[in-house]
């Protein structure tokens, strides 16, 4: 039986922390996870990364999965396709908010939002507007930790030190309860970092409808979604929401997009996509939907796949 606890100098892992000791885990049942001593934790956090929120052990998707990959292990995202992606993809259209048409499969949240940002671009360059690529995102928001979706906060302890990899995108302070109620300050910042960047370079503008770990559970007053919805209509970037952790039902419907006044042109999701449904193994979590994005582009190319 192996230790229940590992430190770094005792195994070939590279973990994330040397001076932590950590947790071996061995079996998971429902919300409770079980190291090798048999200690069990609660696991509160769904994994850890609020990835495993339908729990562990749950029979009908151990042989949904075992059916699935009994039948093919594995489905080219760009050159191939299968019922279970069609379906699924069908599935999440009805789902998502009204005028949500497709949907464009990855593997995780920060691959999602990724996509997102190449499909705005995408969007931009198709209909001859080659100068959008800046994003501006509020400051305080967490959207993965690749080097992209690292651009996309302005945490400066997230992006150290790795800042010269790191796009230059702009960001504006977050409007909270306590220092912007109305919305009215972070729509002005808003205002001056189009000014300042030139709204004819801007891409989209990229948030999550409710905060999540940045800022838990807040959600910006209406008068700042629709401050926002008339600036796209005015400047022609788009919106992304980032539905990482508030899609797929977390958030009391199906997307927390379904609850504010202004539809968004992209929306990603992940961690708790259906992957239970048949999904092949390169359908499995992260997904990115796309709306208005479609209508101006003869045939908007992500990552060499027409979508
Ligand atoms: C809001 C948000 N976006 C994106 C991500 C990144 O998702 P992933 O860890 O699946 O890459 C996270 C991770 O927790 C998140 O909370």
Redesign the pocket.
């Known amino acids: 039986m192996p230790d229940a606890l590992v430190a770094s100098d005792a195994t070939r892992v590279f973990p994330l922390e040397l001076d932590r000791r950590y947790p071996v885990v061995v079996r998971g049942d429902g919300a409770w996870v079980e190291d090798s001593s048999g200690k069990r934790y609660l696991d509160a956090m769904s994994g850890g ?3 495993a929120t339908l729990g562990h052990g749950r029979r009908e998707i151990i042989a949904a999965a075992a059916a699935q990959a009994g039948r093919l292990s594995y489905v080219h995202n760009e050159r191939l396709t299968n019922p279970q992606r069609e379906q699924l993809a069908a599935e999440l259209v009805e789902l998502a908010p009204p005028g949500m048409t497709r949907v464009r499969f990855t593997t ?4 999602s ?1 990724e996509m997102a940002i190449q499909m705005a671009r995408s969007y931009h360059v198709e209909r001859g507007d080659t100068s959008r690529w800046q994003v501006i995102s509020p400051a305080q928001a ?3 930790p690749t080097m992209a979706t690292l651009g996309l906060t302005g945490r400066p302890g997230l992006q150290s030190p790795f800042g010269p990899y790191i796009p230059r995108h702009r960001h504006i302070p977050p409007s909270t309860w306590r220092f912007d109620l109305t919305g009215q300050a972070a729509l002005a910042a808003l205002d001056s970092v189009l000014e300042e960047v030139g709204p004819e370079n801007v891409s989209a503008y990229f948030c ?1 409808p409710i905060t ?2 940045a800022l838990p559970a807040y959600s910006p007053p209406d008068r700042f979604w629709k401050g926002l919805a008339e600036r796209r209509d005015r400047h022609g970037f788009l919106i992304c929401y ?1 539905e ?2 508030t899609g797929i039902g977390r958030a009391g419907h199906w997307f927390a997009a379904e609850k504010l006044p202004l539809v968004p042109d992209i929306i990603a999701t ?2 708790r996509s259906p992957t239970a449904r048949g999904g092949s193994r390169s359908a499995t979590r ?1 997904t990115a939907l796309r709306s208005r994005a479609r209508s101006g582009s003869k045939s908007s190319r992500c990552c060499g796949t027409k979508v």
């Open positions: 990364s609020m990835a995780g949240g920060a691959e939002n967490y959207h993965g999550e999540a770990a980032d990482v952790v992940a961690k992260g």
